[in-house]
């Protein structure tokens, strides 16, 4: 009787979510979170199965991470006793794929702090934010993590911080990336009770690190510290760098956000066929739509040879035939910034809503050879006139951002500076699959395209920056003063 009654109100919540999407209260028994569990986790993996293109298309690595991680996944859903359980259970399946194309949102937020930011450098985990005025002591600026809760910091962040991030641990800026969040705590219950610090007098120290509410130190101050190292472009516009050089701030490919900035832009760049050199700032950049990128070289060079660069970064596309991509393509037409490509995305709905009435499981929207690809690449390798263009990149350049990158590398001498980028992902079109607990939605591309760039190859730059990619006067000092060097018509280290 005691499992039954415990069981009772799982039975209504569950119930309740599935018509209104109510979250699982968090002090909900634990049999509530363990149904909430199984349900959700399976869920995940037939959707997963049923509706990523990389599935669909056989592609490793999708197909391999969902055949592998499927059992062990619920075997680990099926002991979930408590929230933490849970979130760490989903975060775990889905951040297997590695691929921030593959997504889960449980509505996590930061819920309190250490007081300390780490980053890794040169193999080091250094202190490179220690909060002042903290109710206790901190570690100094530049001191270096040896060890967390008695093993070495890279092993902490390996086993307790990087299994819950889509960031993979293959790419140079993972461990970065890692170190700057295993001091906030999100629900995860990943951050460390007690590091030993090597301070820079050489001396060593253990401190402490008792977690402190977001609700005494404010968000805002987060946010705060949080610019000083999380680099993002300039806002859409066009600013002066040097006598014939100017930068474009393209922090988004959002046309929501930026869509009204970025007409302005094409305006301004269409006055600058004269100038030297124009340099796309693309720090942050998580994507969007690359044809708000597109537009800008049509700006500089022509919409002719502009629209051959649009053809570059895939040379075929592929996708889900199901009612999901239907509804995101009719999303897509109805939105008021896509009204000049209203017509394509309700053609490319009538062509999937085709496809799934004649029994296809992947569409074919776009279909050419790498053959073709390759002498499109040789045709548009010479830029007619115009300024010579560069780009800035970091870490997280990502989606339409590398598409958009694709099209620049595509003209022979352009220059790319900064970091690497995490790894290339060939899909898109991003559908939204609410979970059934109501706790949160799964986020699963529906297409697939060929690319010349290899599945999850970071893009590299020309010149790597070694400073702070978010420092922005050192940074662009550092661009202007490197471009200005640079040969025409050679890469700077030709």
């Known amino acids: 009787m005691p499992v039954r009654l415990s069981a009772l109100p799982c039975l209504l919540l569950s119930v309740a979510a599935t018509a209104s999407h109510a979250a699982t209260p968090s002090n909900a028994p634990a049999a509530c979170w363990n149904a909430a569990a199984r349900r959700d986790m399976q869920f995940a993996i037939d959707t997963l199965r049923n509706s990523h293109a990389g599935v669909a298309g056989g592609k490793l690595d999708a197909s391999a991470p969902l055949d592998t991680g499927a059992r062990s996944a619920m075997i680990e859903a099926e002991q979930v006793q408590t929230e933490r359980d849970y979130r760490r259970a989903m975060m775990r399946f889905i951040a297997s794929f590695g691929d921030p194309h593959t997504g889960i949102n449980l509505n996590l937020k930061t819920e309190a702090w250490t007081g300390v930011v780490l980053d890794q450098r040169d193999g080091q985990y250094r202190v490179i934010w220690s909060e002042p005025g903290w ?24 086993t307790s911080v990087a299994p819950y991030s889509k960031f993979s641990t293959e790419y140079a800026a993972a461990a970065s990336t890692h170190a700057q969040s295993m001091m906030f705590e999100q629900g995860l219950g990943h951050t460390p009770k007690r590091c030993t610090f090597t301070l820079p007098d050489g001396s060593a120290r253990s401190y402490d690190l008792p977690l402190r509410p977001v609700a005494e130190i404010g968000m805002e101050r987060i946010r705060t510290v949080r610019k000083t190292y999380q680099a993002q472009a300039r806002a859409p516009g066009l600013y002066p760098l040097a006598k014939g050089m100017h930068l474009v701030g393209m922090p988004n490919f959002d046309g929501a956000k930026s869509g009204a900035a970025y007409e302005k832009v094409y305006v301004e760049l269409a006055k600058l066929r004269a100038a030297q050199w124009i340099v796309f700032d693309l720090r942050g950049n998580g994507g969007g739509n690359s044809t708000w990128g597109t537009r800008a070289l049509q700006a500089l060079y022509g919409d002719a040879y502009g629209e051959q660069l649009s053809d570059m970064p895939a040379y075929g596309k592929r996708m889900v035939a199901a009612p999901a991509s239907i509804a995101l393509f009719r999303q897509f037409a109805d939105a008021p910034e896509n009204a000049a490509y209203r017509d394509s995305y309700l053609k490319t709905a009538h062509r999937l809503e085709t496809a799934v009435q004649q029994g296809e499981r992947l569409a074919v929207l776009e279909d050419s050879t790498e053959a073709d690809n390759l002498a499109l690449g040789a045709k548009v390798r010479q830029r007619p006139g115009g300024p010579r263009l560069a780009a800035v990149i970091d870490r997280n350049c990502f989606s339409s951002c590398m598409a958009f990158l694709q099209q620049l590398r595509a003209i022979g001498d352009t220059v790319v500076l900064g970091e690497p980028t995490w790894g290339y992902s060939p899909y898109g079109e991003i559908a939204g699959f609410d979970l059934p607990s109501g706790n949160g939605a799964l986020y699963i591309a529906s297409a697939l395209y060929a690319s010349p760039q290899a599945t999850r190859e970071p893009f590299v730059p020309d010149l790597a920056y070694r400073g702070n990619m978010a420092d922005d006067a050192a940074l662009t000092t550092w661009v202007a003063k490197t471009l200005a060097k640079t040969k025409p018509g050679l890469k700077p280290h030709d």
């Open 135 to 158: 109710p206790h002591a901190l570690p100094p600026v530049n001191a270096v993590a040896q060890s967390c809760d008695g093993v070495w910091t890279g092993t902490y962040i390996k």
